[in-house]
């Protein structure tokens, strides 16, 4: 059974900087992409950032020069590094993790930002 915890949400002021983690635990071999969506209440769920396994990173519009997505393969644990938090970001986050069978998901971390 895979699991997927994400961590590090919380609340934070208009411009400051928050550090999401997501750490996989149980049987997996790899991952071959993992993935940082968030969804805000009334919206529909959006993709923030990627990364592969083979470490190619693609941020959203909304998150380039802001957020910094990373990984630490061997502990399959993806990082979201968001700085310049804006109130518009205060969403639910969620990470994923994708192998060529199917996906994991984790409960999501809510991440609050006051302006």
């Known amino acids: 059974q895979v699991q997927l915890v994400e961590s590090g949400g919380g609340l934070v002021q208009a411009g400051g900087s928050m550090r999401l983690s997501c750490a996989a635990s149980g049987t997996i071999c790899s991952f071959n992409a993992m993935v940082w969506y968030r969804q805000a209440p009334g919206k529909r769920r959006e993709l923030v950032a990627t990364?592969?396994?083979?470490?190619?990173?693609n941020h959203a519009d909304s998150a380039k020069g802001r957020f910094t997505i990373s990984t630490d393969n061997p502990k399959n644990a993806v990082f979201l590094q968001m700085n310049n938090l804006k109130p518009e970001d205060t969403a639910v986050y969620y990470c994923?993790?994708?192998?060529?069978?199917?996906?994991?998901w984790g409960q999501g971390t809510q991440v609050t930002v006051s302006s």
């Open positions: 994923k993790g994708v192998t060529p069978m199917t996906a994991y």
């Open positions: 990364i592969t396994s083979g470490g190619v990173t």
